[in-house]
């Protein structure tokens, strides 16, 4: 008697298959013969897993396609601006209030550029996981900005004050030096509907993180130059 390696149950000699469950005996493989339930199974799956695949593939290709097209249309109508809200000197540094316009807009950088500086002319740029940022030049000597002050609450900086939590507005400091500078500003657009969650998804593969799926995803950003400041210590108006 044969016995069934899959459900044990005991068949003939001569049984090409189990009378059971239908698996087909190994010695019977070089005759044909009717396949089991684990030789089917072991060709579907392959060819689920091959169709699962490319059809995720394409709806994330036609996902990321939307979505770049998106921010294009969105850019040839009002282009994002700064609002300079209030400035001042206080205990020898710099301090500047603003706001995104429109209010839906989102400050994603900020740095401080040579007095000099086009702000006109786009920076050369650099992709770092998905976000978009600046190339900074050799002029560019003063990296004593940060944030005072943000729209959102976030956790505290190692080395720097907890930012404060102001809605609507941004609020950065900064140390003058003896040659001017010009505070520049990445101001980036929300997506919305379809091009919104493929950016989310976007995200969360350069992040390797799902949390990233609750987090709003915006478009590439503007840069923008502040009209020229002073830097003089005057201590606050």
């Not at 209030?86 to 400050?107: C, D, H, K, L, Y």
């Not at 404060?164 to 505070?183: K, L, Q």
């Not at 590439?220 to 009209?227: I, L, T, Y």
Request: aromatic share 10%; hydrophobic share 35%.
């Amino acid at each position: 008697m044969k016995r069934c390696t899959y459900c044990g149950r005991e068949n003939e000699d001569d049984a090409l298959c189990c009378r059971e469950c239908g698996t087909r005996f190994a010695d019977s493989r070089a005759h044909g013969g009717w396949q089991g339930p684990e030789t089917v199974t072991g060709g579907i799956l392959p060819h689920l897993k091959i169709r699962w695949f490319v059809g995720f593939a394409a709806l994330l290709t036609l996902l990321t396609v939307v979505s770049m097209r998106l921010p294009h249309r969105a850019r040839s109508g009002a282009a994002p601006r700064i609002s300079v809200l209030a400035s001042w000197s206080s205990n020898g540094q710099q301090f500047i209030i603003f706001r995104p316009e429109p209010p839906t807009a989102e400050v994603t950088y900020a740095d401080l550029v040579p007095a000099c500086a086009d702000g006109n002319v786009h920076p050369q740029t650099v992709r770092s996981f998905g976000e978009l940022f600046p190339v900074r030049d050799a002029q560019q000597t003063n990296f004593s900005l940060y944030y005072v002050a943000l729209p959102v609450r976030t956790s505290p900086v190692p080395g720097r004050p907890a930012a404060a939590y102001t809605p609507g507005s941004y609020t950065i400091a900064y140390t003058p030096t003896e040659n001017g500078c010009r505070v520049r500003a990445g101001v980036a657009l929300r997506r919305k509907g379809i091009g919104d969650y493929a950016g989310r998804l976007l995200s969360c593969w350069d992040h390797k993180s799902l949390a990233r799926l609750f987090v709003k995803s915006h478009q590439d950003p503007v840069f923008v130059v502040f009209e020229p400041l002073t830097n003089t210590v005057q201590g606050k108006p």
